[in-house]
């Protein structure tokens, strides 16, 4: 046990090396990026400083993120101990998707060298301000939390004291991100008169918080089941299924309170318009929230293709959300007096590096680190056929 | 920049379309006393080719500039020339945007930038409810470049570089009373629109603009909020710390709630 348990191992696949190849082509453009500058890397302009990386890299990233937060809300806060099996992965997956996030965000801004300012200069008026402190902090807690799981296996010696301040971590750790969540809504708050009416809304904040709270099963749903090809580590049904519940029930609380904010706001005809901002609009809402409610309520859910089904769309709506929010809803504004934006392929080859890098750690980690595993202790073992209780 | 002569005193200007007759010497003045490039592209510009650029003009060594209109005035096609720069807003939006400070209202009314502090997150470009600020987008150092209301000149109570060469009157500086005034009793006095633009939009800014034309056929933002746009956020960003607070202690409360006579899961 010992010996196996020091090994390294990293099985080069097909699959990898294109990932490895994406990553450094992605790494090509950033040193690119950092000698001659964003204009020689993106689309961005004058009319549209924020573009793909803003949304791809930070908003969408973090929201998906949001099953990390969320996991150890139900787990560790709430000791619904049947979830502990996923418990470790999603919480992995929430990690690496803030890497993504604080290097995506690194190569987006352009004194990325004067990151650690708002640390010392404090615009504590910004919504940013809270953004960026909340979202640092959170990803130092959660490598302090992987920490925690990576010295079972190197630097033993300061597994003791870390578990011991685990309920800290956990409690910060669950606190931060529902602050920062619902701040990056926040900051299309000011965006008055900019941002178009269907998104607009005092509302932005709970909205952004709740659909970070709702896709985080649907990605776990999603991780689970991608991942489950390469570790062989199937997680049982029920865990999916009542991960799903409290993710469609918060989906029906969304749908609800989005269609209720517009009908209040005197917004919702704007819905049917039929421009292209009204269009995606209502695919976002359809593929979004309506789809995966009916999937749900009706009894599709039971079996583990309904609930992939169900992650799909729900991951696809948050991202069309954020997308929506950052590019197609500011688009009448920004492009009133001519200008223009669609992100160019450096934009994207980037982004789906960040991913390929992430997905690269993550295989490396899950490959040596007991993540998905049995926990490795005699005690756990019987927590683990606890009895399942969700509600 | 502090002086005795403009303590305590909050300047503004007023640009009165109808009095200007493009000829530009506001934009070479402020070249010169900033020390801004003249660009190659730029150079051959018209005020008119302005007028129909997405920026109406504004680039990064471009602080102020001047675009033509040909508006109708009782049914006959006329020529309005209209300056365009920061606005300096009362409460700025940008300013409040910044997490870093970089942008800061000064007492005596300019807005400045301080490249040092910036990050070059450009949230700054997105809250401005005028679109005023410009990025390098071409440096590997870039920075964000807007007009700086000629801040020493400002703080010694002189008018700023533009201001001080107008040759008709079309641009008045003064203290933000004296300015405001000034609109007033020209407007009272002429053939205006009964509308000073800057008065209320994005909650009043340091610098005002009358007209005899309609502010919107002159590519003016006439739907912008007349709240100042920080008072938006400042509740908001109010609340949080006590939000954070207290939900951390009903987490932490939840925490050894649910995990008394528990084994700690790992």
Same mark, same amino acid.
């Given at each position: 046990?010992?010996?196996?348990?020091?090994?390294?191992?990293?099985?080069?696949?097909?699959?990898?090396?294109?990932?490895?190849?994406?990553?450094?082509?992605?790494?090509?453009?950033?040193?690119?990026?950092?000698?001659?500058?964003?204009?020689?890397?993106?689309?961005?302009?004058?009319?549209?400083?924020?573009?793909?990386?803003?949304?791809?890299?930070?908003?969408?990233?973090?929201?998906?993120?949001?099953?990390?937060?969320?996991?150890?809300?139900?787990?560790?806060?709430?000791?619904?101990?049947?979830?502990?099996?996923?418990?470790?992965?999603?919480?992995?997956?929430?990690?690496?998707?803030?890497?993504?996030?604080?290097?995506?965000?690194?190569?987006?801004?352009?004194?990325?060298?004067?990151?650690?300012?708002?640390?010392?200069?404090?615009?504590?008026?910004?919504?940013?301000?809270?953004?960026?402190?909340?979202?640092?902090?959170?990803?130092?807690?959660?490598?302090?939390?992987?920490?925690?799981?990576?010295?079972?296996?190197?630097?033993?010696?300061?597994?003791?004291?870390?578990?011991?301040?685990?309920?800290?971590?956990?409690?910060?750790?669950?606190?931060?991100?529902?602050?920062?969540?619902?701040?990056?809504?926040?900051?299309?708050?000011?965006?008055?008169?900019?941002?178009?009416?269907?998104?607009?809304?005092?509302?932005?904040?709970?909205?952004?918080?709740?659909?970070?709270?709702?896709?985080?099963?649907?990605?776990?749903?999603?991780?689970?089941?991608?991942?489950?090809?390469?570790?062989?580590?199937?997680?049982?049904?029920?865990?999916?299924?009542?991960?799903?519940?409290?993710?469609?029930?918060?989906?029906?609380?969304?749908?609800?309170?989005?269609?209720?904010?517009?009908?209040?706001?005197?917004?919702?005809?704007?819905?049917?318009?039929?421009?292209?901002?009204?269009?995606?609009?209502?695919?976002?809402?359809?593929?979004?929230?309506?789809?995966?409610?009916?999937?749900?309520?009706?009894?599709?859910?039971?079996?583990?293709?309904?609930?992939?089904?169900?992650?799909?769309?729900?991951?696809?709506?948050?991202?069309?959300?954020?997308?929506?929010?950052?590019?197609?809803?500011?688009?009448?504004?920004?492009?009133?007096?001519?200008?223009?934006?669609?992100?160019?392929?450096?934009?994207?080859?980037?982004?789906?590096?960040?991913?390929?890098?992430?997905?690269?750690?993550?295989?490396?980690?899950?490959?040596?680190?007991?993540?998905?595993?049995?926990?490795?202790?005699?005690?756990?073992?019987?927590?683990?056929?606890?009895?399942?209780?969700?509600? | 920049?502090?002086?005795?002569?403009?303590?305590?005193?909050?300047?503004?200007?007023?640009?009165?379309?109808?009095?200007?007759?493009?000829?530009?010497?506001?934009?070479?003045?402020?070249?010169?006393?900033?020390?801004?490039?003249?660009?190659?592209?730029?150079?051959?510009?018209?005020?008119?080719?302005?007028? =129909? @650029?997405?920026? !109406?003009?504004?680039?990064?060594? %471009?602080?102020?500039?001047?675009?033509?209109?040909?508006? $109708?005035?009782? *049914?006959?096609?006329?020529?309005?020339?209209?300056?365009?720069?920061?606005?300096?807003?009362?409460?700025?939006?940008?300013?409040?945007?910044?997490?870093?400070?970089?942008?800061?209202?000064?007492?005596?009314?300019?807005?400045?930038?301080?490249?040092?502090?910036?990050?070059?997150?450009?949230?700054?470009?997105?809250?401005?409810?005028?679109?005023?600020?410009?990025?390098?987008?071409?440096?590997?150092?870039?920075?964000?470049?807007?007009?700086?209301?000629?801040?020493?000149?400002?703080?010694?109570?002189?008018?700023?570089?533009?201001?001080?060469?107008?040759?008709?009157?079309?641009?008045?500086?003064?203290?933000?009373?004296?300015?405001? =005034? @000034?609109?007033? !009793?020209?407007?009272?006095?002429? %053939?205006?629109?009964?509308?000073?633009?800057?008065?209320? $939009?994005?909650? *009043?800014?340091?610098?005002?603009?009358?007209?005899?034309?309609?502010?919107?056929?002159?590519?003016?933002?006439?739907?912008?909020?007349?709240?100042?746009?920080?008072?938006?956020?400042?509740?908001?960003?109010?609340?949080?710390?006590?939000?954070?607070?207290?939900?951390?202690?009903?987490?932490?409360?939840?925490?050894?709630?649910?995990?008394?006579?528990?084994?700690?899961?790992?």
């Amino acid at each position: 046990m010992e010996t196996a348990r020091r090994r390294w191992t990293f099985k080069m696949t097909p699959v990898r090396g294109l990932f490895l190849l994406i990553a450094l082509i992605a790494l090509a453009i950033v040193l690119v990026r950092l000698v001659l500058g964003l204009g020689a890397t993106t689309n961005l302009n004058d009319q549209w400083p924020w573009g793909f990386w803003i949304s791809f890299d930070v908003l969408i990233g973090v929201a998906l993120a949001g099953g990390g937060y969320g996991i150890a809300l139900i787990v560790y806060v709430l000791r619904r101990d049947g979830f502990y099996p996923i418990a470790r992965s999603a919480m992995l997956t929430s990690l690496l998707g803030y890497v993504i996030v604080v290097l995506g965000l690194l190569i987006e801004v352009g004194q990325w060298f004067n990151f650690y300012q708002p640390f010392i200069s404090w615009g504590h008026h910004s919504v940013l301000f809270e953004v960026f402190w909340c979202i640092s902090m959170y990803t130092l807690i959660q490598v302090l939390e992987f920490c925690e799981i990576a010295t079972e296996k190197i630097f033993r010696g300061a597994h003791g004291l870390l578990k011991a301040i685990m309920p800290v971590l956990l409690v910060i750790g669950i606190t931060l991100p529902t602050l920062h969540q619902s701040s990056l809504g926040g900051l299309y708050y000011e965006m008055i008169g900019k941002l178009d009416a269907l998104w607009w809304s005092p509302l932005l904040p709970p909205f952004f918080l709740l659909s970070s709270f709702l896709v985080g099963p649907a990605m776990i749903v999603l991780e689970t089941a991608l991942s489950a090809r390469v570790t062989k580590h199937v997680v049982p049904l029920p865990v999916l299924r009542g991960l799903v519940r409290i993710s469609a029930v918060a989906l029906l609380i969304y749908f609800i309170a989005k269609i209720g904010d517009l009908l209040v706001a005197g917004e919702l005809g704007g819905a049917f318009a039929g421009t292209f901002a009204s269009n995606m609009f209502l695919l976002e809402l359809g593929l979004g929230c309506l789809v995966p409610l009916l999937l749900f309520f009706g009894g599709a859910c039971a079996k583990r293709g309904g609930l992939i089904l169900y992650g799909i769309c729900v991951v696809a709506g948050v991202v069309m959300n954020r997308f929506n929010v950052v590019m197609t809803g500011m688009g009448e504004y920004l492009n009133r007096a001519g200008g223009q934006y669609f992100p160019s392929w450096t934009e994207f080859v980037v982004s789906a590096g960040l991913v390929c890098i992430a997905c690269l750690i993550y295989l490396f980690i899950v490959e040596n680190f007991n993540i998905v595993g049995e926990p490795g202790h005699g005690e756990e073992q019987s927590r683990q056929e606890g009895k399942f209780v969700t509600d | 920049m502090t002086n005795e002569l403009t303590a305590g005193k909050a300047f503004g200007a007023l640009v009165d379309i109808p009095r200007c007759i493009g000829c530009e010497s506001c934009s070479v003045a402020c070249k010169l006393y900033n020390g801004l490039d003249w660009e190659e592209e730029r150079k051959r510009l018209t005020a008119a080719d302005r007028a =129909a @650029e997405p920026n !109406k003009g504004l680039w990064p060594e %471009d602080w102020t500039s001047i675009a033509q209109y040909n508006p $109708e005035k009782d *049914g006959v096609r006329t020529i309005r020339f209209v300056k365009s720069q920061c606005f300096h807003c009362d409460e700025p939006a940008c300013a409040s945007a910044c997490f870093s400070k970089a942008f800061q209202k000064l007492p005596q009314g300019p807005v400045i930038y301080d490249q040092s502090l910036c990050v070059g997150c450009r949230y700054c470009m997105l809250a401005c409810p005028f679109d005023i600020i410009k990025y390098e987008w071409d440096k590997a150092i870039p920075a964000c470049r807007k007009c700086q209301m000629c801040a020493p000149r400002v703080a010694e109570g002189e008018a700023p570089a533009c201001v001080a060469v107008c040759p008709t009157g079309a641009l008045f500086f003064g203290e933000k009373e004296e300015v405001l =005034a @000034e609109a007033k !009793k020209r407007i009272a006095a002429g %053939d205006y629109i009964d509308h000073i633009y800057g008065e209320q $939009e994005a909650g *009043g800014t340091g610098w005002l603009y009358i007209s005899d034309i309609p502010f919107a056929e002159m590519r003016f933002r006439t739907d912008v909020t007349t709240r100042s746009l920080p008072s938006y956020t400042e509740s908001y960003m109010g609340a949080t710390p006590l939000v954070g607070i207290g939900w951390a202690a009903v987490l932490a409360g939840l925490y050894v709630y649910n995990n008394k006579g528990k084994d700690h899961l790992d």
